[in-house]
């Protein structure tokens, strides 16, 4: 059931809904006790039950805890509201202003300077996760936020993996629980590159050799 205008969750209040996607519902919100606007994230009532979605859903609030970054969109709180069934999952995040990728694209092609600028800001916060051993896995427009002021944010680590300290394919798969080979996310934003600096597509996109440093690289073709 959808959220609507004065309902709390914990110490927020719900303002006006924002968006949904496939694993949420987006609300604007109001946190009563540092009086500030922020952005929720709920998980759906169909998919509350689902102990896997759950726990994806709790991974992903802690991948993006693990993270302190200014082009990476920053978590406040995690938590279950209880009530009927299995309860109300949400994450708290910062509320942000502006559009996405996907939204500004839609008006054409970027000047060149500004698509430069943006790119740079989005592989300075990918790289950002690499050192924390976090791996997107779905990067692509939709999931990359402008603000009105320019700064880019990348949001929705739903399907991030965590991987060992140099980004060791055989490290623990924390954030999914799918078997090395697997192809997550958006197909066609799947291009990494091999050891020997070759872009190769979805259909070679196994942990083996994969990098750290595979996305930020891909991000320049």
């Keep these: 059931m959808p959220l609507t205008p004065g309902m709390r969750l914990g110490s927020y209040e719900i303002v006006a809904a924002i968006g949904a996607g496939g694993m949420g519902e987006v609300y604007r919100a109001r946190d009563t006790k540092l009086n500030r606007e922020v952005a929720i994230k709920v998980l759906p009532e ?4 689902d102990p896997g979605a759950l726990e994806r859903f709790e991974r992903e609030a802690q991948a993006v805890a693990a993270l302190s970054h200014p082009n990476i969109l920053a978590i406040h709180d995690f938590g279950v509201a209880s009530g009927a069934g ?3 999952a949400y994450a708290v995040t910062e509320l942000l ?6 939204a500004k694209l839609e008006g054409g092609a970027l000047p060149a300077r500004k698509a430069v600028e943006y790119a740079l800001q989005i592989v300075h916060g990918i790289a950002a996760a690499h050192q924390k051993g976090i791996v997107h896995r779905d990067l692509k427009p939709e999931n990359v936020f402008v603000t009105q002021d320019g700064r880019v944010k990348i949001l929705d680590f739903g399907l991030a993996k965590a991987t ?12 999914t629980g799918t078997s090395p080979g697997t192809v997550m996310g958006t197909v066609g934003s799947a291009l990494l590159w091999d050891e020997n600096a070759r872009m ?9 050799g994969r990098r750290r440093r595979s996305r930020p690289t891909a991000s320049g073709c």
């Design 86 to 88: 299995p309860g109300v």
């Design 164 to 175: 060992g300290p140099m980004g060791d394919a055989t490290a623990t798969h924390v954030a």
């Design 97 to 102: 202003e502006g559009e996405t990728l996907r």
């Design 46 to 49: 169909q998919m509350a039950a």
């Design 200 to 208: 190769v597509g979805p259909r070679c996109g196994s942990d083996q």
